[in-house]
């Protein structure tokens, strides 16, 4: 995988990902303002304060178009970016975000114990391929054994994290003893990338792109899901809110939908909206694209229906690894996903 991202354009997302800020041209403003409403609107009030990363797919597209403002004109709406899924998690552990965007690892660490948080997965945003990766910054590392004894960063409780820690054990490597991983988030690992900290690193795109151009990519996230460990990005949202704001819900869901139609039928005009909010060249957006399957309305339900035994097999991961208390039952993983009647139903 080859990008060309300067140090200079990672160096500004990550402090755009630390401030909270984005930086837009006038006419992206303005287009934004100025936005209309594709899908059906709600009139309802309500607040929908919504925890997003800098994740590429539907979700940054609709942020960056300002459809969920067009379209929900009533609500307090209110977008919280965090570095990480396990970022996100703690918003929803504080009450401090309804609604969040984050993988199926640290979804299923949020609804296991210690945390059992009563959230739900009403939308698979996307099926993870290549677009996460592990990859090393010497040329002789061919495979993932060639990295005993190496510093490898990752975000923990990531789907990257996830990815990693199995690649690992199907490689017969003890991640405990034979490697030493290092927790890194997204915005940290650049700079942790030009020194001698670390020789490796599993992340997801753009900052992957990033390490790749003076590394190599040893796997991805695509390897790992036809080894039988596949990931997802999710809509994780609290079930009071929920349960609280159902025209709300159905909005998002509706624009997510449309969204994902626009990447099918317009995919510059997708690549354009997440290069804005990555500060990516389209050209960038479009190849990174190209390792995510985003998932839409007409997949919903196929999707759906796959995510408790998802659920259950990485917390029974995460619970081997020590990193929740209990694994999952498998009426939990089934009560945390909804059906919704858009397209969705029972």
Request: aromatic share 6%; charged share 20%; net charge negative.
């Amino acid at each position: 995988m080859t990008s060309k991202i300067s140090a200079a354009v990672l160096l500004v997302a990550a402090a755009q990902v630390l401030c909270g800020c984005v930086g837009t041209p006038a006419s992206e403003y303005e287009q934004r303002v100025n936005a209309e409403c594709p899908v059906e609107p709600s009139a309802a009030e309500g607040e929908i304060r919504l925890g997003y990363q800098v994740i590429l797919g539907t979700e940054l597209y609709v942020r960056d178009r300002g459809l969920a403002e067009a379209c929900m004109p009533n609500a307090d709406l209110r977008w919280i970016r965090f570095p990480t899924g396990q970022d996100v998690v703690k918003g929803l552990a504080s009450d401090s975000i309804d609604v969040g965007f984050l993988g199926s690892t640290p979804s299923a660490k949020a609804l296991s114990e210690p945390l059992n948080l009563d959230v739900v997965i009403p939308r698979v945003s996307a099926v993870i391929g290549d677009t996460e990766a592990l990859v090393a910054k010497d040329d002789s590392i061919t495979s993932i054994t060639d990295l005993r004894g190496a510093r490898i960063a990752v975000p923990f409780s990531s789907t990257a994290h996830y990815s990693l820690l199995n690649a690992l054990r199907t490689a017969g490597l003890d991640p405990t003893h034979d490697v030493e991983l290092v927790n890194l988030s997204p915005d940290a690992l650049p700079a942790a990338w030009q020194s001698d900290d670390i020789d490796a690193a599993y992340v997801w795109d753009p900052v992957l792109a990033y390490l790749a151009d003076s590394g190599h990519i040893v796997l991805t996230s695509t390897d790992v899901a036809e080894a039988g460990a596949p990931t997802y990005n999710f809509t994780l949202a609290a079930r009071s809110w929920t349960d609280d704001n159902p025209e709300l819900l159905a909005t998002w869901l509706d624009l997510q939908d449309w969204a994902a139609r626009v990447r099918q039928d317009e995919p510059e005009e997708f690549a354009q909206g997440n290069a804005n909010e990555a500060q990516l060249s389209v050209e960038e957006i479009l190849y990174q694209l190209d390792g995510l399957h985003i998932v839409g309305d007409e997949e919903q339900r196929e999707q759906l229906a796959g995510v408790p035994e998802a659920l259950e097999r990485t917390s029974a991961f995460l619970a081997g690894e020590g990193e929740v208390a209990a694994p999952l039952s498998s009426e939990q993983a089934r009560d945390a996903v909804v059906f919704t009647e858009e397209g969705n139903a029972q």
